[in-house]
């Protein structure tokens, strides 16, 4: 059978994909202390690599304070070129593209994580999930400047590891988002406001990575924005904040915009009188101007077409590459019958899933894995409640 989602896809910049399927960032925890690439990592993705048209590889905070749980890559410094690099090749094994995920959890973390010293935020107002989350300290205008800085440091790394691009990670709640939520954003100043003012500091960290790639670049090279559609908490981003924000992304220097749901046909957590897919809303916001990136709950050829039937023009798979490493490929040979659409713990070291990760599947998200509840609910959790939380009360 043909399917439209095995079909090349080509971006303005010129950099073309072999065929328009994903592999969203997964979160492995595997990284040494410091954040430097692991054996267990490269295994892991070079097992998965080869049969996408792209693996967008797991989030690295570009700065120290930036950190958001143990086992987290690092990108902050020169020193992490090396290993990277080694990462970037096990991605883009058989012409597959490697896109590295860079971000800043701010208050998404906690003085455990940080050794010591203070999460930090756009304003001193602490999450209120988990329970036991910590007051960020407030950034002044210079910490913001220097994060600032720092994502478009990162990216000159990224682009020296030999990856194809980078994505910003705007969603789950981390710093990007927090600067735009007017739960976590109470500044009175040049980065705080009205919703349109909230976008300032995306909008700087935007400028700082694009002007990174014009100067160090020296092939197309892709940048991205993910996103999360809306928060539970009041006061908080609703979906027509997020459209004002997509629309921003519209007219923007990035190439794709990247959604982050549990369920492609999911509606409004907060209006349960909207019945329209939040996929539709955004594919109509962008009217074209940029490529989005289609996820939730993709599992079978048909969910993936799908994706593609509601305007996306690539469809990303989050856990059912953890499953399943072979995917794209067995579709390619006419296999399917022989996908693997759940998990048993005897497969995890089969399939090069490393043991950080495995005790957290285990745990947190065994559910998830097995679907012994509610695939969707459980997805909107990990995709929206950052899901480290869980991983970080075992350790």
């Known amino acids: 059978m043909t399917y439209k989602f095995m079909a090349p896809y080509s971006f303005e910049n010129g950099l073309t994909l072999k065929n328009r399927m994903v592999m969203s960032p997964t979160t492995t925890m595997s990284s040494f202390y410091d954040g430097h690439v692991t054996n267990d990592e490269i295994a892991f993705y070079g097992a998965r690599s080869g049969g996408l048209g792209m693996i967008i590889g797991e989030v690295a905070n570009v700065i120290d304070s930036g950190k958001g749980f143990e086992g987290e890559l690092s990108i902050a410094d020169d020193g992490d070129i090396a290993g990277l690099s080694e990462l970037a090749h096990a991605m883009k094994r058989n012409g597959t593209k490697a ?7 701010g208050r998404k973390s906690n003085d455990k994580i940080l050794r010591g010293n203070q999460p930090v935020s756009a304003s001193a107002v602490k999450a209120t999930f988990p329970a036991d989350s910590q007051t960020p300290h407030e950034l002044t205008a210079d910490e913001i400047t220097d994060i600032i800085t720092a994502f478009g440091d990162a990216t000159r790394r990224a682009i020296a590891a030999g990856f ?22 109470r500044r009175t100043d040049q980065w705080g406001g009205d919703r349109n003012e909230r976008m300032a500091f995306a909008k700087a960290v935007i400028a700082s990575v694009h002007a990174a790639i014009e100067k160090y670049a020296d092939r197309p090279f892709l940048f991205g924005y993910r996103i999360s559609p809306e928060e539970i908490e009041t006061p908080g981003i609703r979906l027509a904040d997020t459209l004002a924000f997509v629309d921003m992304l519209g007219d923007s220097v990035v190439d794709y915009v990247h959604t982050s749901m549990g369920s492609a046909q999911r509606t409004s957590l907060n209006d349960k009188t909207d019945h329209e897919p939040i996929m539709t809303k955004l594919v109509t916001q962008l009217a074209g101007r940029k490529p989005l990136i289609g996820i939730g709950s993709v599992e079978k050829p048909a969910d993936a077409e799908a ?5 996306a023009e690539l469809v990303a798979m989050g856990r059912e590459m953890i499953r399943e490493p072979q995917w794209v490929e067995k579709v390619a040979d006419g296999d399917e019958a022989s996908i693997r659409y759940q998990l048993s713990p005897s497969e995890m070291d089969e399939l090069k899933i490393p043991r950080a990760m495995q005790d957290y599947l285990k745990g947190a998200f065994y559910s998830v894995m097995h679907f012994t509840t509610d695939p969707e609910v459980a997805a909107d959790y990990q995709n ?8 970080e009360k075992k350790m």
């Open 99 to 105: 896109v590295l995920q860079i971000f800043h959890a």
């Open 164 to 185: 194809d691009g980078v994505e910003l990670h705007g969603a789950n709640t981390y710093l990007l988002q927090q600067f735009f939520s007017p739960n976590s954003n």
């Open 307 to 311: 994706v593609l039937g509601m305007g």
């Open 384 to 391: 929206q409640a950052a899901p480290m939380e869980g991983f």
